[in-house]
């Protein structure tokens, strides 16, 4: 008899954190080591691929049409940050009791100076609560200096919050920042002081916090302690998973809804959003910094370095066909990422690329394009070097036209899917291949 995730939490409730206890609750095979398969309690909870150097990104081009127009950025003399203080938004995935901090200067040229970090719930708009903020440490120290290109991890820090609060991580540039790392389209608000008003982190009602921003700047990621976590799920992919045209701090992306099934189902794991608006899957000839590094090349950083992690779900391609990529090349670095996520001991699933009917700005052309999206999802769907596929082409097209969009599911632009087709991506993602056993058939083991 087969059990599906919904007879296991309805018939044995308790199973999940007994099962959490055993050692390596990962779901794959040996290889490669890193941070996501190392036996530890933490898990990724919250996450976003950093790139740039700011203004590098989408941001002044995309409008959420569904939701209020916002001031795409703030003001940043010399596109750096100067003496001012930043208030980042985030929406974990996961609660917990204790948590810690990831911040990135991989566009940087010189050391980043954080000198006041402060993590809080957050209450309206730039307000927190200030009977749950807390100091955040780095190897003891009140501030972190991260050098070019390189991450940084916090000291722990408790602060228990539970699922559907939001957290406000604040952080002080002290001194000129240099070129900024950021993440562009957030579609989620957060907020940032004016240059050369120093240290206001510790400001609670938010009122020196006067910019308001979709974008996240430096901070990357978001670790919470777990003993019972079965660990995180990446979510890899382009604009579609970044959750370009979502009303923002809404929270309504297809890692999101991903996220929310996997709570409805009593299930303890993270999701982590690693999308990056126009990225590729291959090195595609005329890449701009726009879009981030490639999947193939951000691998490394974006998936296998997360704490915890112990699936992906990688849904990319489509922006490798206008640029006149192969069927055949974009499948081949699907399948080169997946097999490298086996070797570190996670589970690989790849979605099918989803159809379109765009015209401009994108350069989708019908005749020449199409046949290359079909041919580029028989192979996902033939393949055999996946532990599962993600039909999202299925759950997106016209019943009647099935090599075109159904437009209840998209935007007019008639390539980003809506909140209902976020929606239905959501719902298709085959979970059973993505959570470890027993829960679920996610069976490797590192």
Same mark, same amino acid.
């Given at each position: 008899?087969?059990?599906?995730? *919904? ?27 890193? $941070?996501?398969?190392?036996? !530890? ?73 954080? !000198? ?24 003891? &120290? $009140?501030?972190?200096v991260i050098a070019p290109g390189a991450e940084q991890l916090s000291d722990p820090v408790e602060l228990p919050f539970a699922v559907g609060e939001n957290l406000a991580i604040s952080f002080h540039v002290d001194g000129e920042s240099g070129p900024m790392t950021w993440h562009a389209v957030a579609f989620d608000v957060s907020y940032v002081g004016l240059p050369g008003t120093g240290d206001t982190t510790g400001d609670t009602s938010g009122l020196s916090f006067t910019q308001p921003t979709i974008g996240w700047f430096f901070l990357n990621g978001v670790d919470v302690e777990r003993a019972d976590a079965l660990g995180s799920i990446v979510a890899i992919g382009d !604009? ?7 009303? $923002? ?14 709570? !409805? ?32 090349? &951000? ?16 849904? *990319? ?10 069927? *055949? ?10 097999? &490298? ?28 394009? *199409? ?52 929606? &239905? ?12 056993? $027993? ?8």
């Amino acid at each position: 008899m087969t059990l599906t995730i *919904e007879d296991i939490r309805m018939r044995w409730p308790g199973v999940l954190l007994a099962f959490a206890a055993i050692a390596g609750l990962a779901a794959c095979g040996g290889g490669d080591r890193s $941070p996501a398969t190392e036996k !530890s309690d933490w898990v990724g909870v919250w996450a976003t691929a950093p790139y740039g150097p700011f203004p590098a990104g989408p941001l002044g081009v995309l409008v959420p049409i569904e939701g209020p127009v916002l001031p795409p950025v703030p003001v940043f003399p010399g596109n750096q940050a100067r003496d001012q203080s930043f208030r980042m938004l985030v929406h974990p995935t996961l609660g917990g009791e204790r948590l810690r901090l990831r911040f990135s200067n991989l566009t940087g040229d010189r050391p980043l100076t954080l !000198s006041s970090v402060r993590v809080a719930v957050a209450l309206l708009g730039p307000a927190v609560n200030p009977a749950r903020d807390a100091v955040v440490h780095f190897d003891g &120290r $009140p501030q972190a200096v991260i050098a070019p290109g390189a991450e940084q991890l916090s000291d722990p820090v408790e602060l228990p919050f539970a699922v559907g609060e939001n957290l406000a991580i604040s952080f002080h540039v002290d001194g000129e920042s240099g070129p900024m790392t950021w993440h562009a389209v957030a579609f989620d608000v957060s907020y940032v002081g004016l240059p050369g008003t120093g240290d206001t982190t510790g400001d609670t009602s938010g009122l020196s916090f006067t910019q308001p921003t979709i974008g996240w700047f430096f901070l990357n990621g978001v670790d919470v302690e777990r003993a019972d976590a079965l660990g995180s799920i990446v979510a890899i992919g382009d !604009s579609i998973t970044d959750g370009a045209f979502q009303v $923002p701090a809404t929270n309504t992306r297809w890692p999101d809804g991903l996220a929310s099934r996997l709570q !409805s189902a009593g299930i303890p794991m993270g999701v982590l959003n690693l999308g990056i608006n126009s990225n590729t899957v291959t090195a595609a000839p005329d890449l701009s910094v726009n879009e981030g590094e490639p999947l193939v090349q &951000r691998f490394e950083r974006d998936v296998l370095q997360r704490a915890g992690v112990r699936a992906v779900l990688i849904f *990319e391609g489509t922006n490798d066909i206008p640029r006149g990529v192969t069927a *055949e090349a974009v499948y081949a670095g699907l399948r080169a990422v997946a097999a &490298r996520a086996q070797r570190a001991g996670l589970c690989a699933v790849v979605g099918t690329i989803a159809p379109r009917l765009d015209v401009a700005p994108y350069g989708w052309n019908v005749v020449e394009h *199409e046949p290359v999206r079909q041919q580029l999802n028989a192979l996902i769907r033939q393949s055999t070097a996946f532990d599962a596929v993600a039909d999202f082409d299925v759950v997106l097209r016209n019943p009647v036209l099935p090599n075109t969009p159904f437009l209840p599911y998209y935007f007019p632009d008639l390539l980003h899917p809506n909140s209902l087709g976020f929606q &239905r991506i959501a719902a298709a993602v085959p979970l059973e291949a993505l959570v470890p056993a $027993p829960v679920g058939r996610c069976a490797r083991t590192p």
